[in-house]
């Protein structure tokens, strides 16, 4: 059985407060479920994160709703946001995205500041010294806390460790396929 958990089928970015069956979002891109049950919403064209709590109360836990960058040390929803696509958030709550449009990785951290942990004005650093993140889209964390970055145009996979050091995994940079049975960062994506 399927059902509506967030969203009215209506275009906009509102609600925020109430239910989030009546709250509107625009371009859901990416959904991450906690294990007690709270759900992220990146709500792409609505230039924000949206959480549903355990109540199904719908918040912004990142971004004003405009188009726009920030630098770190933000309040989270006072800041604009660039198309924000992956998202995933820890047991104790940092939230990460993948904010597209900006080539930025943000970070909400425990004290509920807004980071740029890759990407131009970031904190961490590219510990393989290639090239800068480009269109990063999908995020998934491991148990161990490396966060992995799959970048869409830039067409390879990151992985940026605990201390925020960032490392190219696979990919070329290059589009395409040129085989199995390659070192992972010889192959095309």
Sequence with gaps: IISTVVGTGTFGSSGD????????????????????????VSDSLGYRVRRVDTQE?????????????CGSGE??????IGLPSGVAVTPDGQIFMADYNNNKIRKVDKLGVLLTIAGPGSIGTNGDN????YR?????LSSKGFLYVAEILGHRIRRIDPSNTMTVIAGTGSPGYNGDGLPAISTEL
């Excluded at 859901?28 to 709270?38: K, Q």
């Design 17 to 40: 407060g109430g239910p989030a069956t009546q709250a509107k979002i625009y371009s859901p891109r990416a959904v991450f479920v906690t294990s007690n049950g709270e759900i992220y």
């Design 57 to 69: 109360i719908i918040s912004t836990v990142i971004g004003d709703g405009n188009e726009g960058d």
């Design 75 to 80: 309040v989270p929803t006072s800041c604009r």
């Design 130 to 133: 290639g090239p800068p993140i």
């Design 136 to 140: 990063p889209e999908g995020i998934a």
